[in-house]
């Protein structure tokens, strides 16, 4: 099994920036590809970022793409998602999981508690 531990939420206005992390321990493999997703209140989960298991690889969600960027540090087992140019529309509960398959909406592991991210107008 391999447990997920999402931090560096909080509130922020509109315009501002966060940087999460998602630290992954337990079975944790450098190979497994990794994704970040997002609950608004009364939404389904989504997948907003995905980035392969060494890192050369990204994709993002149309709603994110040029404000958002995913990485990775293998050697520490933690993956991050820095957010620029945050909206409103981002507020939402931020969750990592491992991704079965890249470039998918493919979340193989038991939710962490996530971290939630707060973007004021």
């Known amino acids: 099994q391999v447990q997920l531990e999402e931090s560096g939420g909080g509130l922020v206005q509109a315009g501002g920036s966060l940087r999460l992390s998602c630290a992954v321990s337990?079975?944790?493999?450098?190979?497994?590809?990794m994704g970040w997703f997002r609950q608004a209140p009364g939404k389904e989960r989504a997948v907003v970022a995905g980035?392969?298991?060494?890192?050369?690889?990204?994709n993002y969600a149309d709603s994110v793409k040029g404000r958002f960027t995913i990485s990775r540090d293998n050697a520490k087992n933690t993956v991050y998602l820095q957010m620029n140019s945050l909206k409103p529309e981002d507020t939402a509960v931020y969750h990592c999981?491992?991704?079965?398959?890249?470039?998918?909406?493919?979340?193989?592991?038991?939710w962490g508690q996530g971290t939630q991210v707060t973007v004021s107008s």
């Open positions: 999981n491992v991704l079965r398959y890249y470039g998918t909406n493919s979340p193989v592991y038991d």
């Open positions: 337990g079975r944790t493999r450098s190979t497994y590809n």
């Open positions: 980035i392969n298991w060494n890192g050369v690889s990204t």
